[in-house]
């Protein structure tokens, strides 16, 4: 299989504009936490594009991770495994850079960000898994394999 071809690619795209959109209907619709921003909003976004495309380029890498074959081969369990460990190692960084809407951290909002950041880029990762289900890529054989012939 190849690991970086069309698959990889599409499903780069597809869960980085999921998970943005995701992003800004929790943080901008549901929270307003994008009233707290000190700079112009469509610096932060344009960056927070960005960004998801670099999440999305993490967890496409960890799905196709063999250290997850453990967990299983099903795309449908694979993405959202992938997407929760994701998400909480972007959480985690996040926070030890001290990146955060709020200026008081609490024990509360702490959960409730890390939860939802596994939640989010756990949906992030079952799009991952559909692209990988339904975006065909044909069979990938290294080229020192294709000459086999010619070895002894």
Not at 29 to 52: E, H, K, M, R, T
Not at 109 to 130: C, K, N, R, S, Y
Request: aromatic residues 14%; charged residues 15%; proline residues 5%.
């Amino acid at each position: 299989m190849r690991k970086y071809g069309k698959r990889y690619f599409i499903s780069l795209l597809a869960s980085a504009i999921v998970m943005y959109g995701l992003s800004y209907c929790w943080h901008g619709l549901f929270l307003n936490d994008y009233q707290l921003i000190q700079y112009p909003l469509g610096i932060f976004l344009s960056a927070a594009a960005v960004a998801y495309l670099m999440i999305g380029a993490v967890l496409g890498r960890l799905f196709i991770a063999p250290q997850l074959d453990r967990v299983g081969r099903h795309p449908l369990l694979r993405g959202p495994v992938a997407g929760v460990i994701t998400g909480v190692a972007v959480y985690v960084l996040a926070l030890v850079i001290g990146v955060t809407y709020n200026k008081e951290l609490e024990l509360k909002f702490i959960v409730m960000d890390i939860v939802w950041q596994a939640i989010e880029q756990a949906i992030g990762g079952f799009i991952t898994g559909l692209v990988y289900m339904f975006v065909y890529e044909p069979f990938y054989v290294p080229q020192e394999v294709e000459h086999h012939e010619d070895l002894p």
